[in-house]
């Protein structure tokens, strides 16, 4: 199984890299772009005509395991390079398990607050209605999403 994956990663990374006629003389260096004040990214296209590449990992997603294994190989000082869609955190951050907990705890709250007989229970009285804004528990889960999102990107520079 391991002969399989390392073939498997062999084979898409020679499909990625620069084709040259040329032998080579000297040792691969790592990609080092230069990015202007103007650009924080390197695009596939401009990052196609730097030059030769050396990583010693290639992690392909950035997501919850992506970033872990990002984490690992860069504790080990690995030269790691991420092929990521456009967010990092994948969809668990973005769209799936950070914001739905989120809207999971505001209606949990409304409804603990809306049981008047269990908060009478404790001492607790509501006097008139408890209300939500749908447009502020979208805001706040959005929120959320964004400063996790932002975390796993700061732990990746």
């Known amino acids: 199984m391991r002969f399989f994956i390392a073939s498997t990663l062999i084979t898409a990374a020679t499909a990625f890299a620069p084709t040259s006629t040329t032998t080579r003389t000297t040792p691969l260096r790592t990609l080092t772009p ?4 103007q650009t924080t990214s390197l695009t596939s296209l401009s990052a196609s005509s730097c030059g030769t590449y ?17 984490l690992h190989s860069r504790s080990q000082s690995l030269t790691t390079a991420i092929f990521s869609g456009s967010d990092v955190g994948g969809t668990c951050v973005n769209r799936g398990c950070v914001p739905s907990k989120a809207l ?6 409304v409804r603990e607050m809306q049981a008047e007989q269990h908060l009478s229970e404790f001492g607790i009285k509501v006097e008139g209605s408890v209300t939500f804004d749908r447009e502020g528990v979208a805001a706040h889960a959005k929120q959320l999403a964004n400063k996790v999102k932002g975390n796993l990107e700061g732990s990746l520079v």
């Open 34 to 37: 230069k990015l202007t004040p």
């Open 54 to 70: 050396d990583f010693d990992v290639i992690i392909v997603g950035c997501g919850v395991g992506g970033h872990g294994a990002a």
């Open 104 to 109: 999971l705890a505001a209606s949990g709250r």
